[in-house]
T-cell receptor
Framework: AQSVTQPDIHITVSEGASLELRCNYSYGATPYLFWYVQSPGQGLQLLLKYFSGDTLVQGIKGFEAEFKRSQSSFNLRKPSVHWSDAAEYFCAVGLSGNTPLVFGKGTRLSVIA | DAGVIQSPRHEVTEMGQEVTLRCKPISGHDYLFWYRQTMMRGLELLIYFNNNVPIDDSGMPEDRFSAKMPNASFSTLKIQPSEPRDSAVYFC???????????FGEGSRLTVL
């Protein structure tokens, strides 16, 4: 069965520092890949997605993610974190256009001054 | 455009009572999903519909849970009778095609005492 692993439960970074959130998946084929962000008390919002093509994808709020087939990874990055980026981040994968997304357990990001 | 609308935002009830959560998906979206979020289990897919027809309800935990989608603009998730372990945030999400690019509501936080 497919699975998504986000190894880091909680990460704390200083404002202005760079950020990388890890995501690994277990699938037989290249899945559709997503990153979502959830602010406290809110629903999830799509940050970016990868279906095919260029393995480096740009998203909203200055985030980017890189698909690495050899490592079965889809890590999320941001060069300079802002305090407003503090939230929960979820990686999700889907097998095809007709299967539901499977979400990782999430990584909580705290930003300190 | 209005997003996915869920009600109520918060529900506190006593064990044994019936709970009904409501969802209005984005107009024109063919897929509707119900997820449950808890600290222990993360985001779990309960059930999803395509064109108002339930496609996969294997995530529904027990017979106490039921979901309906009588038309394209309305869905309900019912728990009867409710138990304390049902306490969670329940999210409704919709998408235009397949499972990708889910649009989430703000969630219904359920507390069963």
């Amino acid at each position: 069965a497919q699975s998504v692993t986000q190894p880091d439960i909680h990460i704390t970074v200083s404002e202005g520092a760079s950020l990388e959130l890890r995501c690994n998946y277990s699938y037989g084929a290249t899945p559709y890949l997503f990153w979502y962000v959830q602010s406290p008390g809110q629903g999830l919002q799509l940050l970016l997605k990868y279906f095919s093509g260029d393995t480096l994808v740009q998203g909203i709020k200055g985030f980017e993610a890189e698909f690495k087939r050899s490592q079965s990874s889809f890590n999320l990055r941001k060069p300079s974190v802002h305090w407003s980026d503090a939230a929960e981040y979820f990686c999700a994968v889907g097998l095809s256009g007709n299967t539901p997304l499977v979400f990782g357990k999430g990584t909580r990001l705290s930003v300190i001054a | 455009d209005a997003g996915v609308i869920q009600s109520p935002r918060h529900e506190v009830t006593e064990m044994g009572q019936e709970v009904t959560l409501r969802c209005k998906p984005i107009s024109g979206h063919d897929y509707l999903f119900w997820y449950r979020q808890t600290m222990m289990r993360g985001l779990e897919l309960l059930i999803y519909f395509n064109n108002n027809v339930p496609i996969d309800d294997s995530g529904m935990p027990e017979d106490r849970f039921s979901a309906k989608m009588p038309n394209a603009s309305f869905s309900t998730l019912k728990i009867q009778p409710s138990e304390p372990r049902d306490s969670a945030v329940y999210f409704c999400a919709s998408s235009q095609q397949g499972p990708g690019e889910l649009f989430f509501g703000e969630g219904s936080r359920l507390t069963v005492l």
